[in-house]
T-cell receptor, first 115, second 114 residues
Framework: AQSVAQPEDQVNVAEGNPLTVKCTYS??????LFWYVQYPNRGLQFLLK??????LVKGSYGFEAEFNKSQTSFHLKKPSALVSDSALYFC?????????????FGGGTRLMVKP | NAGVTQTPKFRVLKTGQSMTLLCAQD?????MYWYRQDPGMGLRLIHY???????AKGEVPDGYNVSRLKKQNFLLGLESAAPSQTSVYFC?????????????FGQGTRLTVV
């Protein structure tokens, strides 16, 4: 079984400050890890993924995430937050060689960036 | 480039009614999925398909059926709707290869069962 935990329902940050959205996972074997963003009344948009290789992955809109195998974490970060980054963020995990590549999602973290 | 298209976008059903949600993708993806989104619970997988003519159960399949008669379409059926099926439903598709595993999502269908 695989699972994802996003410990914060909401993260508040001031515009221009760095942001971190936390994610920890549990999966047997090597994971594929993803971050998605959801704007109001929209579907999920892919931000970035970790498959293998460099632990620091860069994605869309200036976001990056760091894979930490020992802590089973994949935290999303951005050096300088924008008001337009305000949205619902989901972390997801899939197990390598998992037929169907089914994603298991965390419960989501609402990011609020204040001017 | 339409990507993943879901119809309808909104629907209100009475308890016991049936309906079908349609998902269409134009990216020639092998894998397709149906998820439901409920507050605080993230997205949960209902059913999925790894290719035309195949379907499999996900995490919360009870009360739903699916069909994938054509590669580009994935239908989700509710035979007898219940209030517990009030949710936002998302369809997604992906290549399913080792290097290209990210899923692409439709804009969702908001279903209310009264």
């Amino acid at each position: 079984a695989q699972s994802v935990a996003q410990p914060e329902d909401q993260v508040n940050v001031a515009e221009g400050n760095p942001l971190t959205v936390k994610c920890t996972y549990s999966v047997s074997g090597n994971p594929y890890l993803f971050w998605y963003v959801q704007y109001p009344n929209r579907g999920l948009q892919f931000l970035l993924k970790y498959i293998t290789g460099d632990n620091l992955v860069k994605g869309s809109y200036g976001f990056e995430a760091e894979f930490n195998k020992s802590q089973t974490s994949f935290h999303l970060k951005k050096p300088s937050a924008l008001v337009s980054d305000s949205a619902l963020y989901f972390c997801a995990v899939s197990r390598r060689y998992n037929a169907g590549n089914m994603l298991t999602f965390g419960g989501g973290t609402r990011l609020m960036v204040k001017p | 480039n339409a990507g993943v298209t879901q119809t309808p976008k909104f629907r209100v059903l009475k308890t016991g009614q049936s309906m079908t949600l349609l998902c269409a993708q134009d990216m020639n993806h092998e894998y397709m999925y149906w998820y439901r989104q409920d507050p605080g619970m993230g997205l949960r997988l209902i059913h999925y398909s790894v290719g035309e003519g195949t379907t499999a159960k996900g995490e919360v399949p009870d009360g739903y059926n699916v069909s994938r008669l054509k590669k580009q379409n994935f239908l989700l059926g509710l035979e007898s709707a219940a209030p517990s099926q009030t949710s936002v439903y998302f369809c997604a598709s992906s290549w399913g290869t080792a290097r290209s595993t990210e899923a692409f999502f439709g804009q969702g269908t908001r279903l209310t069962v009264v």
